[in-house]
């Protein structure tokens, strides 16, 4: 049984309520069983707009959200989600302290899982999305989770794998759509940089 930690990044306000809405059950999604079990473990203290720095980069990155679950076998073997979600829960409030905004714990979809919203802020208070999710950093995220659920059956996923094929072939897929359509070059950077990131995740830690 594989632990699983993945993250990515927002970077505008408008996107941050929408995903907080699907995450806290504002909104109600289409997959989700509206007869699930689904609640807040952290509520957030105060509005997001009211912590962030007034002066930041117009493309800053806001917050981060990270999803942590494990192998959805070692739910279905009928083990109690209390241990994993407390475990779950010490390892997002040593990591993040302060920065942890919100977090949510789901089992109305397939897999029981959490969604925790980090606010990238530095000692000094400025937002560095960077120094949280560079890949060094994401490795040791990804070990330090492990050893949080140590004693719970759940082990760090394969470290170093390779990309699949497939994933290589629909990374340039969306490249080449992107140039077909006349995308402007920025968004197609920022595109290739979030496909490198999600390619850095799965070599950081990624589960079988």
């Not at 105060?46 to 002066?55: D, F, G, Q, V, W």
Request: one cysteine or more; a positive charge.
């Amino acid at each position: 049984m594989k632990a699983v930690l993945r993250m990515q990044k927002i970077k505008s306000l408008g996107d941050y309520k929408r995903t907080t809405a699907h995450s806290s059950r504002r909104t109600q999604p289409e997959n989700a069983n509206p007869k699930g079990f689904h609640t807040a473990i952290k509520e957030p203290p105060r509005p997001l707009e009211s912590i962030l720095p007034a002066k930041r980069r117009k493309d800053a990155v806001i917050a981060i959200e990270m999803v942590l679950s494990a192998s959805p076998d070692y739910f279905k073997a009928g083990i109690d989600t209390i241990k994993w979600t407390a475990r779950t829960k010490s390892f997002l409030e040593k990591e993040f302290g302060e920065n942890l905004h919100e977090v949510y714990f789901h089992d109305d979809e397939q897999t029981p899982h959490i969604h925790a919203f980090i606010i990238p802020k530095t000692a000094d208070g400025r937002l560095c999305a960077k120094e949280f999710t560079n890949r060094k950093q994401l490795v040791k995220w990804q070990d330090d989770y492990a050893k949080a659920l140590d004693g719970t059956g759940i082990q760090r996923g394969l470290r170093g794998s390779k990309a699949k094929h497939e994933e290589v072939t629909k990374y340039y897929g969306v490249i080449a759509k992107a140039l077909d359509n006349g995308i402007s070059l920025e968004d197609l950077n920022n595109m290739i940089e979030e496909k490198i990131e999600e390619t850095q995740q799965a070599q950081a830690g990624r589960v079988p």
